[in-house]
């Protein structure tokens, strides 16, 4: 079966500091997709990233960082110098049968 | 590029009444169409898959006869919920998907629809 868990429900961090949001993953497809995605007060999702089963790189983009580790089923994502606008809800994804299946989410509240 | 819109992006409604929601892939053409439907402060739930010109598939769970879709173009899929009720208060999200564009992998998402039923 596939599933996503996101063991924090909600963080708060003070602005400026780092924040790592764990997400560790269940599938028994070879192949497969993981996703994050912030959801910010507003509702609309936004797309962080995409990354596939066979590409274990780590991905850095600006503050954020995302870091994929097949061994131990998990695509944790690092938020370096943490903002205000980053207080939002994370959620990491998995792909399953062609579809999406999220995770609960993460709240992140950076305090300023 | 993959735009994706809902509309209305909120709504409120008297109970026993039914609510039209769109969901339009603005630059270019959806094969599959996907709704969700999220609860205050829990995760986004598939409610159902849709096709063009097909039937859409449910998951489980899901009453087909209350939350009616209909995907009559690649561009356009309406969710209406029948018969509303104070529990189908919910924020309802779609997506879009496009092989030509990003292969089976990838949704873009619409920017919700928050639907309050009185």
């Known amino acids: 079966a596939q599933k996503v868990t996101q063991a924090q429900t909600e963080i708060s961090v003070v602005e400026k500091e780092d924040v790592t949001l764990d997400c560790v993953y269940e599938t028994r497809d070879t192949t497969y997709y993981l996703f994050w995605y912030k959801q910010p007060p507003s509702g609309e999702l936004v797309f962080l990233i995409r990354?596939?089963?066979?590409?274990?790189q780590n991905e850095i983009s600006g503050r954020y960082s995302w870091n994929f580790q097949k061994s131990t089923s998990s695509f944790n994502f690092t938020i370096t110098a943490s903002q205000v606008v980053d207080s939002a809800v994370y959620f990491c994804a998995l792909t399953w049968a062609n579809n999406l299946f999220f995770g609960t989410g993460t709240r992140l509240t950076v305090i300023p | 590029g993959a735009v994706v819109s809902q509309h209305p992006s909120w709504v409120i409604c008297k109970s026993g009444t039914s609510v039209k929601i769109e969901c339009r892939s603005l630059d270019f053409q959806a094969t599959t169409m996907f709704w969700y439907r999220q609860f205050p402060k829990q995760s986004l739930m598939l409610m159902a898959t849709?096709?063009?010109?097909?039937?859409?598939?449910?998951e489980q769970g899901v009453e087909k006869d209350k939350f009616l879709i209909n995907h009559a173009s690649l561009t356009l899929s309406t969710l209406t919920v029948t018969s509303a009720h104070p529990e189908d208060s919910s924020f309802y999200i779609c997506?879009?998907?496009?092989?030509?564009?990003?292969?089976?992998?990838?949704?873009?998402f619409g920017p919700g629809t928050r639907l309050t039923v009185l």
């Open positions: 990354r596939n089963s066979f590409d274990e």
């Open positions: 849709s096709n063009e010109g097909s039937k859409a598939t449910y």
């Open positions: 997506s879009a998907r496009s092989f030509r564009l990003a292969g089976y992998n990838e949704q873009f």
